[in-house]
């Protein structure tokens, strides 16, 4: 979340390319008092910049963030944001990794009544599973790689829950067309990417797409709405 504030990217986002699809994560200052009105104010005075805006509640590099995450706490989060969306852009939810099931019940029951578009499965995570390398306890959240089975557990168990009440988003992990396949067999009618970007670059995305449409091919799908959670038991 490090970045020059709202105002500075608002300014750069008043020359954004029209041809394009852009969104915008909203989060708080990690010594806010009120930090609800935080996520609200950013919205209010970007909203006519963006398509789409993302309420991250689980980055774990900013202390706290995550208490967001509790049922009361988002219930009235998302109140204060559905409030400032004046012009009706639709809104994403952003959650942990590391949640427990009880945990996914409360969001899952506040997503649902909330003004929502959709969630996002997951964000980075504290869980240092399997690794061993001289770095492994670095401080922060972790992408990439270690992230896809533990991302595409939550997902599954998201759309177990939500039987299609809700779209999915999968995120952790993705670089290649089976990961991407793995995630929307799993829920997801989207799959975002990051970390895939920083190791191989944009040329990434031909060789993904072409893996998915020989995978989808394969198994009889015409298209990826078709698969969208066919196969959630690996991860359940």
């Known amino acids: 979340f490090n970045n020059q504030g709202m105002e500075a990217i608002a300014t750069r986002l008043r020359d954004r390319p029209k041809d394009m699809v852009l969104g915008l994560n909203l989060g708080a200052n990690k010594d806010s008092a009120d930090r609800a009105e935080d996520y609200a104010a950013v919205l209010s005075h970007c909203a006519p910049f963006v398509d789409f805006a993302t309420v991250n509640v689980s980055s774990p590099n900013t202390e706290r963030l995550r208490d967001l995450q509790g049922r009361d706490a988002l219930r009235a989060l998302l109140a204060r944001v559905g409030q400032a969306n004046t012009t009706g852009l639709p809104l ?11 945990a996914l019940d409360d969001i899952c029951e506040v997503a649902l009544a909330a003004p929502l578009s959709g969630l996002i499965a997951t964000n980075t995570t504290l869980a240092r599973d399997g690794l061993s390398g001289p770095h492994r306890d670095q401080a922060g959240g972790l992408s990439g790689a270690p992230l896809f089975d533990r991302s595409t557990r939550i997902l599954a168990q998201l759309a177990q829950r939500l039987e299609g009440r809700l779209p999915l988003i999968g995120v952790g992990g993705v670089s290649s067309g089976a990961q991407a396949y793995a995630k929307i067999k799993a829920g997801a009618s989207a799959v975002q990417l990051y970390t895939g970007l920083v190791y191989h670059g944009i040329g990434v995305m031909p060789q993904i797409l072409a893996e998915l449409e020989a995978l989808l091919e394969a198994d009889g799908f015409a298209t990826v709405a078709d698969a969208v959670g066919t196969d959630l038991s690996p991860w359940l």
């Not at 994403?92 to 009880?102: G, Q, R, S, T």
């Open 92 to 102: 994403f939810l952003k959650i942990a990794p590391d949640l427990d099931p009880a």
